[in-house]
């Protein structure tokens, strides 16, 4: 289990996140929402390791940067590698054999092509192939479906829930709320860096509300159509 506990995050004397209190169980998929610049992002780097923060993260089976696979927005790849030694390097950074990567190519990527010239859309899957090939606990996805096409959505979707089959962690942030309703235990609505909202699978419909009522209306209103 993830435990996190009063967590604070500052850039430039400014807390993008204040006092996070959440966790997150094996076999729980948990989704986070909020607006641009609510601080989805900079949690998901905490978690990671990626970004210093004050309070506390808490993992109960070990070294928590060891067994987690984070997913980017937007994947960045070396100059020069192709998407099968990418594939390669990822597993061998987690000392993994890899034995067959045709096999293993979920979305039916050109493995033997650059992968700084794949589409936004391919980079994002040869990225979340990586990550599950090296067979992580835990699984953090920053817009999974963010630039993909609707077949991959699709598969996408249906790694998530072999995922919690498999007893994983998944968290992931998505704008699409059909996608959370079909794939997520749990829903944290974040804004202005505070968790406002944590609900159940129940009760997702009224952080949907809510967000539509947060001012979007009146946003609309303003351009008078």
Do not use: W
Not at 4 to 17: A, G, M, R
Not at 135 to 155: C, R
């Amino acid at each position: 289990m993830i435990k996190i506990d009063s967590l604070y995050k500052s850039y430039d004397n400014k807390e993008v996140l204040q006092n996070i209190n959440l966790s997150f169980k094996p076999g729980e998929i948990h989704g986070v929402v909020g607006e641009n610049g609510a601080g989805k992002t900079t949690l998901f780097r905490c978690i990671s390791g990626m970004n210093s923060f004050k309070g506390k993260i808490n993992y109960n089976k070990g070294v928590i940067k060891n067994v987690i696979g984070f997913l980017p927005t937007n994947p960045y790849f070396l100059s020069k590698i192709t998407g099968k030694e990418y594939l390669q390097l990822v597993c061998n950074a987690r000392k993994i054999k890899l034995t067959d990567s045709k096999e293993k190519n979920i979305f039916d990527l050109p493995l033997n092509k650059y992968a700084e010239t794949y589409s936004t859309g391919m980079k994002k899957k040869l990225a979340l192939t990586g990550i599950l090939l090296q067979n992580n606990a835990i699984f953090i996805l920053d817009e999974p479906f963010n630039g993909v096409d609707v077949h991959s959505n699709i598969v996408i979707n249906q790694v998530l829930l072999k995922l919690k089959e498999l007893n994983k962690i998944v968290i992931l942030s998505s704008h699409i709320f059909s996608t959370l309703h079909e794939t997520c235990d749990y829903l944290h609505y974040l804004k202005e860096g505070r968790i406002k909202k944590s609900v159940d699978k129940t009760d997702f419909d009224s952080v949907e509300q809510e967000m539509k009522a947060s001012g979007i209306e009146a946003r609309i209103d303003r351009l008078n159509l």
